[in-house]
């Protein structure tokens, strides 16, 4: 906490475990809704997953008022719109959104064209500009465990027309019920498991290290370093153990509250241009800068650093590290984890093998420094310090 004032939300009541789908009818009925709009796309659809929640409901009494499969990879406004107008006219009374980051962010953006019951939602862009409005009760179902959007008040939406990914930001953005069920995450491929991993981390270190850090960002950060530790590699190598399924699912949700309400930094101010610009996939982004983001940072950074070696690599690795040591350790960590990830799965540890050409940094660290999360990075950063991380992790 570096202000002396911060604000902590976390509205959405968390659902996790051993049948934790069956639950949502229940849930549903009391806040006296029955009708759900189903968002989900068609990969779950094909999966068999979407079945798994569409049987949970059935068995609960819930009969979805229509089900949407038809959601494209990056959410856009031109679907949240075309989806609004079908809640509206099949007369639905609740969303219950199945998927990844781009069907709950899809879903964030039909509930609040509904709520703010507006049919354009560009005037919405940005921090706080929503209003409480009409309440549109909404569960979200995460089928990775990475993005943590199922506990977030953020939703990245792409403008069609600009092909700008426009962020909003708001409390009332964040879902009244997240499900954590193992059943959701438990066919992922371990190479999306590894990139979904290392983002929820990106989240943590992040939303540790970040400006608006606080007690409460801090200890959310911290719980959900330490089942990173002990889980990822697990869920990423034997994907069938539930056990780290479940914490992975855990690990996300919570990073994801504490990065809700500290905020990120460089290492997603830089991932997200290099999305937007070469279209690498988030989870690769975050995991090829992570390290390279975090020595940008270590010279502010450095007590942060030390603290998280304690969740990163256990108390005995902690205990015997002389204290001066903490922060380049755990940095040290972070490469030795990518390096693991890349031997087990080919997850990317460098630019050039995500596709990423020298002639796009200009690009790159033009969007990046533009981005809302430099603002709230712990350390300044221009076009020229952007250029020197991207060259070092090309
Ligand atoms: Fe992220």
Redesign the pocket.
Known sequence: MRHGYYEFQHRTKIMAGDLALEKIPAELKSMEVRHPMILSDRGLEQTGTLKIVLHALEEGGIRPQCIDTDIPRDSSLSSVKRLAGEYREKKCDCIVAVGGGSVLDTAKGVRMVLSQNTKDLTHLAGCESLKKGKEIPFAAIPTTA??GSESTLVAVIKNDKSKIKMEYISYYLQPDIAVLDVRMTQTLPKRLTASTGM?AL??AIEAYTCIQKNPLSDAYAFAAIEMIRDHLFTAVQWGGKKESRLAMANASMMAGAAFSNSM?GII?AI?HALGGVCHVP?GDA?NILLPHGMKYNYKVCREDYAKLLLPLAGPEVYAKTPEKERAKETIRIVINMRKKLHRICGLPTHLREAGVKPEDFEKVAETAINDGAMIVNPRAAGIEDVLKILAKAY
């Open positions: 990475g993005t983002d990106c989240h990120v997603h991932g988030h975050m």
